[in-house]
């Protein structure tokens, strides 16, 4: 045993005095220190990081502090509880934050809660074993998996909680970002995002939320970068892929065969046809999707963000045309308040899909909108607006590292529903504007944003003369680094 190792025979009486909940609640605690071990019994996970040597005597005080066991501090490992909280202030800590706040968090829900919780996330955990006893921590691990919540990742259990009413552990998870991005500020460089006076109402960009740890071995944490760089940057970056190409000047590189994967779901049925043309013409490998319900269009988006084939491909462009709300689409089956649009740019993102680290990803989205009067349920997951702290550090250096949220093109459309009762079979003007623009061979050489800006002047034009109930609502977001020419550069 070295001189950092714990006794077993410590190991052994604690696991031994320990219940089933508190065992369960000491491994979820423990999850991210050994992830090769998510599925091993508590005595088999503290004895396999003990020889790692990443359990001290501190760590395992930390362990039964965070579980309450404050007898066990005394009894075993003669320590009091006020020493270990002057530790913790110290900042000696094992257990990541956020790994922290799932379990007050599930020791301050009743079971009815709980249940609850897995009711409303049924359609987005249709795949895992949802038993009726399932604990908050095993919830918390399943959508994990799904990857649907992570350490900067909360939004999905803030709005549950909303819906049933805890405006206190809201409270706590505010809390927690907010802690988290003042920790990343202050601690090691990172990037941050920054308002932009051209893009008003910014919703695209993720707070970069870390768990803000500093575990007793001094091990790195991983912590969400994201950035607007103020201005361009002139500089070769490493790409992922195997070409291991640079990208040169201020363009991206647009040359592979295809260009990337074109990802077309149509909810109402206009437009697929002619958006597949589109695609197909300017060297995407299209798949095209009608009527989708949510389980269907979720499986979808993950299996597309999972394709290996993104990895030889300089692009990728998602297109949605759905019924809606500003902030959701109904697919065919209308689930509550339906799909998170924000879910859908989060499975493209770099943490979630590598293969398109520091590659234009594009999205454009026309929404139907359907009055609040007419949905058919009350908001369940609706994405909260901007109350995020949102942080400036001009100062922040360049790193050889493409920020996650970096690359990222959003257009977004919106005109009510009566547009499609009025004439059902009608293409939507935003959808029929963009692929007239993207065909002609004078506006193709354009970048995405001259083309763009030209796609607003003729959505502008018409609402000039349409009716306001026809009039469609255009707003673009964009994290671009670099010009995008949809054409081989």
């Not at 996970?45 to 309450?68: C, D, I, P, Q, T």
């Not at 549950?160 to 409270?171: A, E, G, V």
């Not at 809606?324 to 799909?339: A, E, L």
């Not at 007419?374 to 901007?386: A, F, I, K, P, Y």
Request: glycine share 2%; charged share 25%; hydrophobic share 35%.
């Amino acid at each position: 045993m070295t001189k950092h190792q714990v006794p077993a025979v410590l190991i052994h009486e604690i696991e031994q005095e320990l219940d089933e909940e508190e065992e369960e609640m000491m491994g979820f605690l423990c999850r991210d220190l050994a992830p090769d071990l998510a599925n091993a019994d508590l005595r088999e996970l503290l004895m396999a990081l003990n020889e790692r040597e990443k359990l001290s005597f501190l760590g395992l005080s930390e362990l039964l502090y965070r579980v309450k066991r404050f007898d066990l501090l005394r009894r075993i490992l003669k320590t009091e509880k006020a020493t270990v909280e002057a530790d913790l202030a110290r900042s000696l800590r094992l257990v990541p934050d956020y790994r922290v706040l799932m379990v007050e968090i599930n020791e301050n829900l009743e079971k009815e809660e709980v249940s609850s919780l897995v009711f409303l996330l049924r359609d987005y955990t249709a795949r895992m074993k949802m038993a009726k006893d399932k604990s908050f921590l095993a919830l918390v691990i399943d959508l994990e998996k799904l990857n649907l919540v992570a350490p900067n990742q909360l939004d999905l259990i803030e709005n549950c909680f909303r819906s049933i009413h805890r405006i206190d552990l809201i409270k706590k998870i505010q809390k927690y970002k907010h802690e988290a991005v003042m920790c990343s500020v202050h601690s090691q460089p990172v990037y941050v995002n920054a308002h932009q006076a051209s893009l008003p109402n910014l919703s695209l960009i993720d707070p970069p939320y870390s768990s803000g740890i500093q575990n007793v071995n001094k091990e790195k944490s991983q912590i969400g970068q994201s950035v607007i760089l103020a201005e361009p940057v002139h500089m070769s970056i490493q790409e992922s892929g195997p070409a291991s190409y640079k990208v040169f000047d201020d363009k991206y590189r647009m040359q592979s065969q295809p260009l990337g994967i074109c990802l077309i779901i149509d909810c109402i049925g206009n437009d697929a046809d002619m958006l597949e043309e589109t695609f197909r013409g300017l060297g995407y490998d299209v798949h095209c999707h009608k009527y989708l319900n949510t389980n269907t269009m979720n499986q979808t988006l993950i299996d597309i963000a999972r394709l290996q084939k993104h990895r030889n491909c300089d692009s990728f462009i998602c297109i949605l045309v759905s019924r809606g709300n500003s902030k959701s689409i109904f697919c065919t089956d209308h689930p509550f308040s339906g799909f998170p649009l924000e879910q859908v740019k989060k499975y493209f993102r770099a943490d979630s899909c590598p293969e398109l680290l520091g590659k234009p990803k594009l999205f454009f989205i026309q929404s139907y909108i359907v009055p609040d009067n007419e949905q058919e349920c009350t908001s369940l997951l609706e994405v909260d607006g901007n109350n995020e702290n949102i942080l400036t550090n001009a100062e922040t250096p360049w790193q050889a590292t493409i920020p996650q949220v970096a690359d990222i093109f959003w257009s977004h459309c919106k005109v009510n529903v009566s547009t499609l009762e009025k004439s059902s079979n009608s293409s939507s003007y935003y959808l029929h504007c963009l692929a007239e623009l993207l065909c002609s061979p004078h506006k193709r050489k354009l970048s995405v944003l001259d083309i763009h800006t030209e796609l607003n002047r003729k959505v502008y034009e018409w609402n000039k003369t349409a009716d306001p109930s026809q009039q469609y609502s255009l707003l673009l977001q964009h994290t671009l680094r670099r010009k995008l020419f949809l054409s081989a550069t």
